[in-house]
């Protein structure tokens, strides 16, 4: 079966603009989880969705904002994107949640100049 | 907040060797989970631990699940190069609750 999708692979964009990653993932999976990462951080958390509802978030400004659709794709937006936001974002989906070990996409590489 | 710890950064050894790598926490996790990943891809789950005092194995993979439910280990036998990459360890606290990770650590094969 198909894996996590995540579209485009690569992105840059210009201090100010905003973006939207996709994330479509397996079939069947109603979780989907979106993390930040960064060679200083690491993978943090940015939000989680279950059933088109978001169930969990971590610790980012509003600028950071989800959805997810009743196909269980999901989409992140980051509005006036500040050159930090430069990083690899990651979408991993999973049936239940978490406990049941999350599958990750490849990821998308934003860059923001 | 809730924290993983993965210490050190990078470890280097040669094909063959075994090594071990630990990830501790101050808060309890009701499952531990270790990723790899590949450069320029998402990680990928090697093991999942569900229990308190599990040992899981998956090929020349064993990860045990600490009883005090705030550790981790991971242990790779026979290294081989391919074992090269970044290891995270990952908990989640309950049920529904996010997965937090750990920073990782870099693993180099010298052949």
């Known amino acids: 079966k198909a894996g996590v999708t995540q579209t485009p692979r690569y992105l840059i964009k210009t201090r100010g603009q905003q973006v939207t990653l996709s994330c479509s993932p397996i079939?069947?999976?109603?979780?989907v989880s979106w993390y930040q990462q960064t060679p200083g951080q690491g993978l943090q958390f940015l939000f989680e969705?279950?059933?088109?509802?978001?169930?969990n978030k971590g610790n980012f400004p509003g600028r950071f904002s989800g959805r997810q659709f009743s196909n269980s794709r999901s989409e992140m937006n980051v509005s006036t994107l500040e050159l930090g936001d430069s990083a690899l974002y990651l979408c991993?989906?999973?049936?239940?949640?978490?406990?049941?070990?999350?599958?990750f996409g490849s990821g998308t590489r934003l860059t923001v100049v | 907040g809730q924290q993983l710890n993965q210490s050190p950064q990078s470890m280097f050894i040669q094909e063959g060797e075994d090594v071990s790598m630990n990830c501790t926490s101050s808060?309890?996790?009701?499952?531990w989970l270790w990723y790899k990943q590949d450069p320029g891809e998402g990680p990928v789950l090697l093991i999942a631990?569900?229990?308190?005092?599990e040992l899981t194995s998956n090929g020349r993979l064993t990860a045990q699940f600490g009883i005090t439910r705030k550790d981790s280990f991971l242990n790779i036998s026979a290294s081989i190069p391919s074992d090269v990459g970044i290891y995270f360890c990952a908990g989640q606290a309950g049920a529904n609750s996010k997965l937090t990770f750990g920073k990782g650590i870099t693993l180099s094969v010298r052949p």
């Open positions: 079939s069947g999976h109603r979780s």
């Open positions: 991993a989906s999973s049936s239940q949640g978490a406990n049941y070990g999350y599958t």
């Open positions: 631990l569900y229990k308190a005092g």
């Open positions: 969705y279950f059933s088109e509802t978001q169930r």
């Open positions: 808060s309890i996790f009701n499952t």
